[in-house]
């Protein structure tokens, strides 16, 4: 079974400055993808960055890009020029890639809680 | 617009009662998903469709039930057998196998 752990339950940062967020990541699977999702306030998830294992080339998505490590299965959250509205939950997750039958669940972590102060 | 709508969002169960969340999509996706969320933790799959007229169980499907006679509708009935129903309930749906998944609103579901 896949498990996805983000070990910094809580971090802060200053309006406009970088921060990074971990997450590791335990499968035997070769083809995946890997998530990060943002939970603001009004608690509907969004979808920040997508990642998927057979491309070496890490996604970036304006402010948002990972550092995407396969064989040490690790996949990062770098956000720059942090913005108020950065101020979430953020969750990331796993989807095995299937290729015939069963579930693209996706697996979560338990999340960190990501305050921007200004 | 294209979106996932999820009612009602806040929903009351009284002991022994059955009830049922709604949601709803126009992005012409194939599958739907339905996850349990409680504080502090990360999103547990419940039930999944990939197509009409099929659904299959997640991980934590004791308690509740589904159908999917439509495309566009995936409902959840949380039964009176689901002995800790307290949760926020995401629902999601995807164009097809390995694409992203894109969440509703929430319902928020309390016990009387």
Request: include cysteine.
């Given at each position: 079974a896949q498990?996805?752990?983000?070990?910094?339950?809580?971090?802060?940062?200053?309006?406009?400055?970088?921060?990074?967020?971990?997450?590791?990541?335990?499968?035997?699977?070769?083809?995946?993808?890997?998530?990060?999702?943002?939970?603001?306030?009004?608690?509907?998830?969004?979808?920040?960055?997508?990642?998927?294992?057979?491309?070496?080339?890490?996604?970036?998505?304006?402010?948002?890009?990972?550092?995407?490590?396969?064989?040490?299965?690790?996949?990062?959250?770098?956000?720059?020029?942090?913005?108020?509205?950065?101020?979430?939950?953020?969750?990331?997750a796993f989807m095995k890639?299937q290729?015939?039958g069963g579930s693209e669940k996706l697996v979560f972590?338990?999340?960190?809680?990501?305050?921007?102060?200004? | 617009?294209?979106?996932?709508?999820?009612?009602?969002?806040?929903?009351?169960?009284?002991?022994?009662?059955?009830?049922?969340l709604?949601c709803?999509?126009?992005?012409?996706?194939?599958a739907m998903y339905w996850y349990r969320q409680d504080?502090?933790q990360g999103l547990r799959l419940i039930y999944y469709s990939q197509?009409?007229?099929d659904f299959q169980k997640g991980d934590i499907a004791e308690g509740y039930s589904v159908s999917r006679?439509?495309?566009?509708?995936f409902p959840l009935t949380v039964t009176?057998?689901q002995?800790?129903?307290?949760a926020?309930y995401l629902c999601a749906s995807s164009?097809?196998r390995?694409?992203?998944q894109?969440f509703?609103?929430?319902?928020?579901?309390?016990?009387?």
């Amino acid at each position: 079974a896949q498990t996805v752990t983000q070990s910094q339950p809580e971090m802060s940062v200053q309006e406009a400055e970088t921060v990074t967020l971990s997450c590791t990541y335990d499968t035997s699977e070769n083809n995946y993808y890997l998530f990060w999702y943002k939970q603001p306030p009004s608690r509907q998830m969004i979808l920040v960055i997508r990642q998927e294992a057979y491309k070496q080339q890490n996604a970036t998505e304006n402010r948002f890009s990972v550092n995407f490590q396969k064989a040490a299965k690790s996949f990062s959250l770098k956000i720059s020029d942090s913005q108020l509205g950065d101020t979430a939950m953020y969750f990331c997750a796993f989807m095995k890639h299937q290729t015939q039958g069963g579930s693209e669940k996706l697996v979560f972590g338990k999340g960190m809680k990501l305050t921007v102060n200004p | 617009d294209g979106g996932i709508t999820q009612s009602p969002k806040y929903l009351f169960r009284k002991e022994g009662q059955n009830v049922t969340l709604s949601c709803e999509q126009n992005l012409n996706h194939d599958a739907m998903y339905w996850y349990r969320q409680d504080p502090g933790q990360g999103l547990r799959l419940i039930y999944y469709s990939q197509i009409v007229n099929d659904f299959q169980k997640g991980d934590i499907a004791e308690g509740y039930s589904v159908s999917r006679e439509k495309k566009e509708s995936f409902p959840l009935t949380v039964t009176s057998a689901q002995k800790n129903p307290t949760a926020f309930y995401l629902c999601a749906s995807s164009k097809d196998r390995g694409e992203t998944q894109y969440f509703g609103p929430g319902t928020r579901l309390l016990v009387l």
